[in-house]
């Protein structure tokens, strides 16, 4: 299954956006901050990366209603599915 490329601009820049939140953590750690600030903003991070593996499986499944797209079955999408869960 190929995503496409234009489709998942937004999820990219929420996967960047992560990226500094998870720096932020590392950071916060070493400062040695709050440990509820901290868990907060690891909150953050894991929400974030949540969303945006459920916008590339959402994609993917759209992707394979509108174009009968057979390289993956419904077996697999749930797998995909229910890892995040």
């Known amino acids: 299954m190929q995503l496409d490329s234009t489709e998942l ?3 990219i820049n929420r996967l960047k956006r992560a990226q500094g939140q998870l720096a932020a ?5 070493e400062e040695g901050r ?3 600030d901290i ?3 690891l909150a953050a991070v894991s ?3 949540d969303r945006a593996g459920f916008a590339i499986i959402a ?4 992707q ?7 390289t993956m079955d419904k077996k697999e999408l749930e797998k995909l599915f229910l890892s995040l869960a």
């Open 47 to 49: 929400k974030a990366l």
């Open 9 to 11: 601009t937004p999820v």
């Open 59 to 62: 994609t993917g499944l759209e």
């Open 34 to 36: 709050d440990c509820k």
């Open 25 to 29: 953590v590392t950071r916060m750690l």
């Open 64 to 70: 394979c209603i509108a174009r009968e797209d057979t």
């Open 39 to 41: 868990v907060t903003q």
